[in-house]
């Protein structure tokens, strides 16, 4: 589907005096009639608002998996709603990282608990035992 705003160059909050003067001064006759069939009936133009602002996001969602149109569909009607991939760092990406930092700490505390609590359980017996013989001397 292509996206009339973007065509006519015109904002999607644009009022009814601005599209029509957007349509008129479009030289393409296809995508003028199609604009004037839509945004210029005002049920349509509420209809197609609403579909605009859904497939608007699908876009964005697509750019924030990284997911494009392959190189065949550039430039093309179908294009009109895809953005290039944005390669910031995904939250999925930053859950990752703080996942794997938390099973590196938790790693690092097992690898030396397991001295530590032997050579803590030994001096508890040999304190125990101490204890145990003053009493029974």
């Known amino acids: 589907m292509?996206?009339?705003y973007k065509r006519l160059?015109?904002?999607p909050q644009a009022t009814d005096s601005d599209i029509a003067t957007a349509i008129e001064a479009c030289k393409h006759t296809a995508l003028k009639a199609d604009a004037s069939a839509v945004l210029g009936v005002k049920s349509r133009r509420e209809e197609y608002d609403a579909l605009h602002a859904t497939l608007r996001d699908i876009g964005l969602l697509r750019a924030r998996l990284g997911l494009t149109h392959g190189h065949y569909w550039q430039?093309?009607?179908?294009?009109?709603f895809s953005l290039p991939p944005d390669n910031t760092c995904a939250r999925h990406d930053e859950l990752i990282g703080r996942v794997t930092h938390a099973v590196t700490l938790h790693n690092r505390w097992q690898r030396w608990r397991?001295?530590?609590?032997?050579a803590g359980l030994l001096a508890l017996?040999?304190?125990?035992?101490?204890?145990l013989c003053h009493l029974l001397w």
Do not use: F
Request: charge should be negative.
């Open 9 to 11: 160059g015109i904002a």
């Open 75 to 80: 430039d093309s009607v179908a294009n009109d």
């Open 2 to 4: 292509r996206d009339l």
């Open 114 to 118: 397991g001295p530590w609590s032997m």
């Open 125 to 131: 017996g040999i304190m125990l035992g101490v204890t």
